[in-house]
């Protein structure tokens, strides 16, 4: 059902406009909250995971081009139209490639669930910042990790930039919160089997390229935030503490190229 609009007052089009992701993941309460995804890749993706849609905000243009298929697909559900110019002056900001869309939240599934089934996970403590979690994402989606953990501590994955910068790799790849605090989600870890990696700055590690790390049937790769890094606390109470070489007088990577070159390296032969 295309709509055309001149402005956004109407209250179901307050999602699109709302830049408090809290509030979005509250928007439904009791049920599951809803999120924005943008751009046409990234919704396909999104709704090839099952994410349900709600409303979709587009440029016309696009209508019959790039997200005619998303349309098609949605059925009935409304589409907001008008051109870029009018949707950019109403939103205050240029669509990304034209089309947003809200979709409900899945349910959140527990941590035990995903970890029976995995031998490689990436776990993310209390990583804040958007655009590092969602490449992180794409990269343990690319590189052979079967799922991503975070502390609560962490930003959510399904935060508008967090979504577009992993290029909806946030709905191909499973991931779950952990209950637990530091260090207590590494002895989670390890009671279901996982041996733990606690990627650091320090003088006493293993060789990101060691046998011991590539031989483990489960491991899990543990990354901290970018700056503060790991908890000291978490750091003894993993298996091993593992450092990337750096050359040229560098002392370390951004978390989310480290992350890379940690999935690659750690992968299951």
Not at 45 to 74: F, H, V
Not at 179 to 185: A, K
Not at 223 to 250: N, R, S
């Amino acid at each position: 059902m295309i709509l055309e609009i001149d402005n956004l007052s109407a209250k179901e089009l307050q999602p699109f406009l709302c830049t408090n992701e809290n509030q979005l993941f509250h928007w439904n309460e009791p049920e599951q909250g809803i999120f924005i995804a943008e751009s046409p890749k990234v919704i396909r993706r999104a709704l090839d995971a099952g994410y349900k849609p709600i409303s979709l905000l587009c440029e016309r243009k696009y209508i019959t081009g790039q997200a005619a298929d998303i349309i098609a697909r949605i059925g009935g559900l409304p589409v907001y139209t008008a051109d870029s110019d009018l949707l950019t002056e109403i939103t205050g900001f240029r669509l990304t490639q034209g089309v947003l869309c809200a979709m409900r939240r899945h349910e959140q599934k527990p941590a035990e669930e995903l970890l029976s089934s995995a031998e490689r996970i990436a776990v993310l403590e209390d990583i804040m910042n958007q655009t590092n979690v969602g490449a992180i994402f794409r990269s343990a989606a690319a590189l052979g990790m079967d799922a991503v953990l975070l502390t609560l501590g962490c930003s959510d994955p399904l935060y508008r930039r967090s979504v577009r910068v992993s290029m909806g790799t946030v709905f191909q790849i499973p991931w779950a919160y952990l209950e637990q605090n530091s260090p207590d989600y590494i002895d989670f870890l390890k009671q279901n089997g996982f041996h733990t990696a606690a990627m650091a700055l320090r003088n006493d590690t293993l060789s990101i390229d060691d046998a011991v790390l590539r031989s483990v049937p489960k491991l899990a790769v543990i990354l901290g935030t970018e700056g503060e890094g790991l908890k000291e606390a978490t750091i003894q109470a993993c298996d091993d503490t593992v450092k990337i070489p750096m050359f040229h007088g560098v002392d370390s990577l951004n978390v989310a190229a480290a992350s890379a070159v940690a999935f690659w390296e750690l992968r299951k032969r």
